[in-house]
């Protein structure tokens, strides 16, 4: 008869992530892996799970939504802690300096690009590498700010945060030359980390690896009015992966409390596109509506563009074919790459 | 239509279309057309390469046992030099031009073949010249495009999120996973088509289906489709993963080493930017629709992983001896005299130890197809 086999010995494994916001330091989930690379367990950062001793994979969805791993050896009777860094470290929150507002002269330069206007929006600060904008008050349309880049005139939205003070309400513009030519790159105030996360998911390809933090990070965004920029951008980016068709009261919050938000008409009038007639027919006209102005981000576009193609019918042609030669001046000239609206001016003048 | 049925195809099983298109006679050549010619497109010249590289895997390489290859559809309409992979060439009645008719015959057989089992699974890709200027849009451009017998001008086209959208409903296959592999035009081009209507597309039906990614690639120039003969970037990435590149272990929704959706998506995303960098270009994929996890691809066993371990510093002597261990648990592997350290084993995570005063140890974590990892000694 052969000796019993012993009883693994179990460890604590304790996962913890280092973010100044509670919101994320509790909602972004960790997968471990065994030493065969199967999941054992899916948790939220700030849990424990029980183990027997070995080797385990543990990888988090950071809050900059870039997937971090962590590599343990958790021992019988011993609690091994792991600690993901925060990814923004020397994430500083600064002081304005000098608001340059629209009209000042000179506007100000940053490396191969300079500033040449603004639109609804302030400089705040500028250096070597770009600029950070903060918002005019009031908002009436998506604020953005035309560059000299390269000999082009590009035209960027600025999704800017009027509900915050300074720094939570502005973002920065930098020119990014590791490319084969220089572009503007839009990133969020280090302060928005829930904005962050949202913008990091889609940057970073993860949307579908954060898809349950990514609904409620949205939602949180918007349900305390904390930053309708990125609940937009959140919305967007749930809408696309067909998770957005249960938040109909949540769109409607953001139309009307936010109505210089182009992208939330657009949000809405895709919900309401499946409707009754008289649904359908006021999703129509919010659609026309949000047509004649700027959308915030790029998907944003995308999205009033695809609404307008595939609008059932019955609806006005004309209104529908004006509306779509308009944005389809945008598009055809924005940047794909860049997640709020970047458009070449120049050759679209051209054209 | 070009349907390679599958001996014994099974219920449930995958249904696939494929379809590659590099030459459009319309536009370029002895039988351009005026409207055609006055586009500025030329054939491409590895459209369809890259398509049979995908009909290629999915009847050699495809595993999936719930649901395994059933039908296979490939259209393809190659470049005057171009060569279509000779398994599929072989498996197919002749020249299968991807014609609007064509498409349209193979699509009206993929959904009836698709309705057929909610369980069923769903796999399409197309390649070709896209016209879309929407990060949500993917209109691709068929063979016949541009044919002067066509009543409008873009009814020699797929609008591939139009069909996509109209493959949701209950009753249908409620796996499904789609790829447009399409170049993007020039915006005078593009904006020529805005409004534009007439491409293939199916009515939108009621329900949804649980799992539909569509990936979106689009180049910004014609070279991301490769040289004559090569195959597109978006296609080899793709092609990559599935053949274990992408392979991740078991969990709640795969019992076995799989190619998961969610997966798919942050590899191509990534490893189409870099390679499309690389080449001084710019290429983004982006994912629309339903995304719950699904399995692309399923492995028989645990993939074996090419393990590397670099000592530094570089020629630090003598290079101790190494163990590596399995899970950490004993006796373990010594490992051959000799740095770089390599070795071959199946995926996981292992210990390995550097049998030096004080003993040094290092996790590594092996996941395919290779693993190259630094050991620093003193």
């Known amino acids: 008869m052969s000796a019993p086999t012993p009883e693994p010995v179990a460890g604590e494994l304790h996962v913890a992530i280092d973010v100044r916001s509670d919101f994320l330091s509790n909602n972004l989930p960790y997968v471990v892996r065994d030493a065969a690379l199967a999941v054992v367990h899916r948790g939220m950062c700030g849990s424990s799970v029980t183990l027997p001793e070995g080797l385990y994979s543990v990888s988090v969805l950071s809050a900059d939504g870039e997937r971090a791993m962590e590599l343990v050896q958790v021992k019988g009777n011993e609690t091994t802690a792991v600690s993901f860094p925060d990814p923004y470290p020397s994430a500083v929150e600064v002081e304005g300096k000098g608001v340059t507002a629209p009209g000042d002269d000179p506007l100000p330069a940053a490396g191969p690009a300079s500033l040449l206007s603004m639109n609804g929006c302030a400089t705040s600060l500028v250096d070597a590498e770009g600029w950070e904008f903060v918002p005019a008050e009031p908002l009436e349309e998506v604020p953005w700010a035309g560059f000299l880049l390269d000999g082009r005139t590009v035209e960027m939205s600025l999704p800017l945060n009027p509900r915050a003070a300074y720094p939570l309400n502005s973002c920065r513009v930098d020119v990014d030359t590791s490319g084969s030519g220089p572009v503007l790159r839009m990133a969020f105030a280090p302060g928005r980390l829930v904005t962050r996360l949202v913008d990091g998911l889609v940057r970073h390809g993860s949307e579908t690896l954060g898809k349950d933090v990514l609904e409620k990070a949205t939602g949180l965004l918007l349900e305390k009015y904390a930053d309708p920029s990125g609940a937009a951008l959140g919305g967007l980016t749930l809408h696309r992966m067909g998770m957005l068709s249960g938040q109909r009261d949540w769109v409607e919050n953001l139309v009307r409390g936010f109505p210089w938000l182009t992208d939330g008409p657009v949000l809405l009038a895709a919900l309401l596109r499946g409707a009754e007639p008289d649904e359908r027919r006021r999703g129509f006209e919010l659609l026309l509506g949000a047509a004649q102005h700027r959308p915030m981000y790029t998907d944003g576009l995308s999205l009033a563009m695809d609404l307008l193609r595939r609008w059932p019918k019955p609806f006005d042609k004309d209104a529908r074919d004006a509306a779509l030669d308009r944005l389809a001046g945008l598009s055809a000239y924005a940047d794909w790459g860049s997640v709020s609206l970047c458009v070449d001016a120049s050759e679209r003048g051209s054209s | ?378």
Not at chain 2, 357 to 369: G, H, N, S, T, Y
């Open chain 2, 1 to 378: 239509m070009a349907v390679i049925q599958i001996p014994n195809g099974a219920t449930p099983g995958t249904h696939a279309l494929v379809i590659g298109v590099s030459d459009y006679p319309f536009l370029d050549g002895p039988d351009a057309t005026e409207d055609g010619a006055d586009f500025g497109l030329s054939s491409l010249t590895s459209a369809a390469r890259s398509a049979s590289e995908v009909a290629n895997w999915l009847l050699t390489e495809y595993r999936n046992p719930a649901a395994p290859l059933a039908s296979l559809r490939v259209l393809l309409s190659p470049a005057r030099n171009e060569s279509i992979h000779p398994a599929v060439a072989a498996a197919l009645p002749g020249p299968v031009p991807a014609t609007r008719a064509a498409v349209e015959a193979d699509l009206r057989s993929l959904r009836d073949a698709c309705r057929q089992s909610g369980d069923n699974v769903c796999f399409v890709y197309i390649a070709g010249h896209g016209i879309q200027l929407t990060k949500r849009g993917a209109v691709v451009l068929l063979h016949d495009f541009a044919d002067p017998g066509h009543l409008n001008k873009l009814h020699g086209a797929i609008d591939v999120v139009g069909c996509h959208d109209g493959m949701e409903e209950s009753e249908i296959a409620q796996s499904q996973v789609w790829f447009s592999d399409a170049c993007r035009q020039r915006p005078d081009v593009a904006r020529r088509f805005e409004r534009m209507e007439g491409a293939l597309t199916l009515d939108e039906r009621l329900g949804r289906v649980r799992a539909s990614p569509l990936y979106l690639a689009s180049s910004t120039r014609e070279s991301a489709f490769g040289e004559v003969g090569g195959t597109s970037i978006f296609s080899q990435a793709l092609l990559w993963a599935l053949r274990g590149g992408g392979a991740v272990g078991p969990d709640e929704h795969c019992p076995e080493w799989h190619v998961s959706t969610a997966r798919l998506g942050t590899i191509l995303f990534n490893r189409v930017k870099e390679v499309a960098a690389a080449a001084g270009e710019s290429q983004l994929v982006d994912v629309m629709g339903p995304q719950l996890e699904v399995a692309v691809q399923r492995f028989a066993a645990p993939p074996d992983v090419d393990i590397v371990v670099n000592l530094r510093p570089e020629g630090a002597a003598p290079g101790p001896a190494a163990r590596l261990l399995f899970n950490a648990a004993p006796p373990g592997v010594d490992l051959p005299l000799g740095w770089p350290v390599r070795f071959r084993g199946p995926a996981g995570l292992y210990l390995l130890k550097l049998l030096v005063e004080p003993e040094r140890m290092r996790i590594l974590r092996a996941d395919p197809p290779s693993c190259t990892e630094e050991v620093e000694v003193a």
